[in-house]
């Protein structure tokens, strides 16, 4: 149970920093997108992306909770059996990158974005990923 209260906390702080993208907060956003050695962004998301990502992340966040008997709500027992694999699966996924500017196998490492993804962003999709496959297992 601990293990999904904190991967839901985590959902739930990642799923409210894209929905402060969506109001026009800057916390992060321009540290949060790749970018060329250049400095060009690969990526130019648009407000109803980050709105799209914020509320998966908190889906996901209560998902967890449910997982955990933590909320109560009847949903078909497949989300829960498919839930448990297809959410880590993405997160190891990103973890691992498309292999030019994201995931622990980038090309483009010496960016912002390529630091910071190095340091904290992969990491934390691979400690999500393998959060997520432990609480399946233990469950």
């Known amino acids: 149970m601990i ?3 904190l991967l839901s906390v985590i959902f ?3 799923g409210i920093i894209h929905l402060n993208w969506v109001i026009g907060g800057k916390f ?13 962004r690969v990526l130019n998301p648009k407000k109803i992306d980050s709105g799209i990502v914020g509320i998966g992340l908190i889906a996901f966040g209560i998902f967890y909770l449910l997982k955990a ?3 109560n709500f009847n ?4 989300i829960l059996k498919y839930g448990s694999w297809i959410i880590p699966s993405i997160f190891i996924l990103r973890a691992i990158g498309e292999f030019k500017y994201i995931g622990f196998f980038k090309k483009i490492k010496n960016t912002v974005f390529g630091k910071l993804d190095t340091k904290i ?12 496959i432990l609480i399946h297992l233990i469950k």
Do not use: M
Request: hydrophobic fraction near 45%; glycine fraction near 10%.
């Open 12 to 14: 739930f702080v990642l």
């Open 121 to 132: 962003f992969s990491p934390l999709c691979l400690t999500i990923g393998i959060l997520g």
């Open 69 to 71: 008997d933590l909320i």
């Open 75 to 78: 949903q078909p027992d497949w």
């Open 3 to 5: 293990l999904s209260i």
């Open 28 to 40: 992060g956003f321009a540290e949060a997108l790749p970018t060329k050695e250049s400095g060009e």
